[in-house]
């Protein structure tokens, strides 16, 4: 579990649900999904990453890496989109999305971890190849203040492929694509069944995956060869939830390079 020991005090104070996110991140909008299923009372703190609000000495003082999301529950702070998934769910049992039985437990992690370690090979790479690094645009001074506040080898590396200007290395793209297709064959075969990702039931790993699709949707990504993944998407994106803590966000999105034109709601994938 990803508690840590903020750097800024500040946030030591705050007393019941606090979250650091931003509108369009899937990895922000999963937790905002499950707070929203769970039916919490949260305060947001919304990061503008047009306005580059997560490139201050503030920010890192609370997340380490910079990114969104960051969870504050009675002042114990909680990094990574997926540990805060179990987090909320430890702390607020019901209602519960890990009903399913103890023999799939081993599996909804298993999804979890797959969604946390493709996150930057996969996930965020094809991303900003296909659209964060035109809408986000770093200037030269934004840029090396990013580089002193960033203490991450990996976050430092991935930024620095598209900084100036730069397009990713093909052959980043090309293997950013080649573990996507080989994640989605897995999930398209999972719910194969007309179900979940784990089980019979909604659980913590559709919450986890279904807004990835989103942000695959919004880069153009090709789901056409998934059948499965597309009726699963669609029944999702469907629930009020997920249209609050999903698409309504990305509704209020804002970038230096105009406001995201790219914004899948339901049966996008179709």
Partial sequence: MSVITPINKTVLDHKGLHLYHTARSNCAARVRLLLEEKKLDWVGHHIDLGKKENITEEYFGINPKGVVPTLVYDGEVVVE?????????????????????????AQIK???????????????????HKINAKLLPKTEEEEARYAKLQKDPDMLAFHGKHSGGKSFPEEDVNRAISLLNSVF???????ADGGYIVGDGYTLADISWSPTITTMIAGGYDLSPYTYITDWYEKIS???????AVIEWRKKATYAAGVDPTIPGPAAVA
Avoid: M
């Fill in 185 to 191: 064959s897995k999930i398209d075969e999972a719910i």
């Fill in 110 to 128: 298993y999804w979890l971890q797959q969604s946390g370690d493709l996150h930057l090979p996969a996930i965020k790479t094809y991303q900003y």
């Fill in 238 to 244: 469907r629930r009020p939830q997920f249209q609050e």
């Fill in 81 to 105: 989109s997926n540990d805060i998934l179990l987090y909320l769910e430890e702390k607020f049992p019901e209602p519960s999305f890990r009903v399913a039985s103890e023999k799939y437990q």
